[in-house]
């Protein structure tokens, strides 16, 4: 076989892998890992079950009780403001509830996919797919951060850790927005900062301590290195999946902006295996910073003079 015939064999056989070959590896294993943990959820009776928990804590914090108070098998864990969005939910019940929200978040979810132009499967990312069957907020945070006016503060009211990457990414109009909506709830903040040993030990029960390195310092470390290695690299849409406290897999899907254009990235978020997304942080600042700086330097070196 002629050189150049070789030469352009090669050329087809990377862009038919890159063009083909990994978005099928995703799929199947976005499909696989998606299907796993809905039986799972069908088995166990978790299927919407966010929405359940929300319903439960607007009816209490309505009815002038405590919403960190109930005795469930799943109790409320989150911050005041995340419970505005279910008010509406305190006057429906628990099956009509998580219809209306179930569909209302799947379709954001396209709107998310929609506005990062990545193709329909990507519904079955796995931290995505279980935003929507658990009908985790998360889903509705990340469109609204991806919304370019200060109308993305309204994700710090439904999840106040989406301040994090706002303030990371300079958008200080929106946080402040977001920061003052959440006052509304200032009565329940101070139930809240009461509690918080209490909630903060249930919300570690419920996530089974966490995926993030978030108290693992021999890891917690080389993961804020790798994060600043990243910045300007996505690293805002990172933080939160690798370092906050008691993290679950729907925390992943804030990296979706930049697990797009990382087929490992994406593939190592779609598991819900404890310090996986801070060591998928650190390949990441790997592949994009370090080894192309290592290949230029070999090139270099190998060069004829």
Same mark, same amino acid.
């Given at each position: @076989?002629?050189?150049?015939?070789?030469?352009?064999?090669?050329?087809?056989?990377?862009?038919? *892998?890159?063009?083909?070959?990994?978005?099928?590896?995703?799929?199947?294993?976005?499909?696989?890992?998606?299907? =796993?943990?809905? +039986?799972?959820?069908?088995?166990?009776?978790?299927?919407?079950?966010?929405?359940?928990?929300?319903?439960? +804590? =607007?009816?209490? =914090?309505?009815?002038?009780?405590?919403?960190?108070?109930?005795?469930?098998?799943?109790?409320?864990?989150?911050?005041?403001?995340?419970?505005?969005?279910?008010?509406?939910?305190?006057?429906?019940?628990?099956?009509?509830? *998580?219809?209306?929200?179930?569909?209302?978040?799947?379709?954001?979810?396209?709107?998310?996919?929609?506005?990062?132009?990545?193709?329909?499967?990507?519904?079955?990312?796995?931290?995505?797919?279980?935003?929507?069957?658990?009908?985790?907020?998360?889903?509705?945070?990340?469109?609204?951060?991806? @919304?370019?006016?200060?109308?993305?503060?309204?994700?710090?009211?439904?999840?106040?850790?989406?301040?994090?990457? #706002?303030?990371?990414?300079?958008?200080?109009?929106?946080? *402040?927005?977001?920061?003052?909506?959440?006052?509304?709830?200032? /009565?329940?903040?101070?139930?809240?900062?009461?509690?918080?040993?209490?909630?903060?030990?249930?919300?570690?029960?419920?996530?089974?301590?966490?995926?993030?390195?978030?108290?693992?310092?021999?890891?917690?470390? /080389?993961?804020?290195?790798? #994060?600043?290695?990243?910045?300007?690299?996505?690293?805002?849409?990172?933080?939160?999946?690798?370092?906050?406290?008691?993290?679950?897999?729907?925390?992943?899907?804030?990296?979706?902006?930049? =697990?797009?254009?990382?087929?490992?990235?994406?593939?190592?978020?779609?598991?819900?295996?404890?310090? #996986?997304?801070?060591?998928?942080?650190?390949?990441?600042?790997?592949?994009?910073?370090?080894?192309?700086?290592?290949?230029?330097?070999?090139?270099?070196?190998?060069?004829?003079?």
């Amino acid at each position: @076989m002629q050189p150049d015939l070789v030469s352009r064999s090669s050329r087809l056989d990377l862009e038919w *892998v890159r063009e083909r070959g990994v978005p099928l590896v995703l799929f199947l294993t976005f499909a696989f890992v998606t299907l =796993a943990r809905l +039986a799972g959820a069908f088995r166990f009776d978790t299927i919407g079950i966010d929405a359940r928990i929300y319903r439960l +804590a =607007a009816v209490a =914090a309505l009815s002038g009780q405590d919403p960190w108070a109930q005795q469930d098998l799943f109790r409320f864990a989150g911050t005041p403001p995340s419970l505005l969005l279910f008010v509406p939910a305190a006057f429906l019940s628990e099956i009509v509830t *998580v219809a209306i929200y179930g569909a209302a978040f799947a379709f954001v979810g396209f709107l998310v996919l929609r506005r990062l132009e990545l193709p329909v499967w990507w519904i079955l990312f796995p931290p995505l797919a279980e935003s929507i069957s658990t009908v985790n907020q998360d889903v509705l945070v990340l469109w609204l951060l991806l @919304m370019a006016s200060a109308w993305a503060g309204l994700a710090v009211v439904c999840k106040t850790y989406a301040i994090v990457p #706002l303030v990371l990414q300079g958008r200080w109009r929106a946080a *402040v927005v977001g920061a003052v909506l959440s006052l509304i709830t200032l /009565p329940l903040w101070i139930t809240f900062l009461q509690r918080r040993d209490e909630i903060t030990r249930l919300l570690t029960e419920q996530a089974d301590g966490g995926l993030s390195a978030w108290g693992t310092w021999w890891l917690f470390v /080389p993961t804020v290195i790798a #994060l600043y290695g990243l910045r300007g690299r996505g690293a805002s849409w990172l933080v939160i999946p690798a370092l906050w406290p008691a993290t679950q897999l729907h925390y992943s899907l804030l990296a979706l902006p930049v =697990a797009r254009r990382s087929p490992i990235l994406a593939f190592l978020l779609c598991f819900a295996n404890p310090l #996986l997304p801070a060591v998928a942080v650190i390949i990441e600042c790997l592949r994009v910073r370090v080894l192309p700086e290592a290949l230029a330097a070999f090139r270099e070196r190998s060069a004829p003079d």
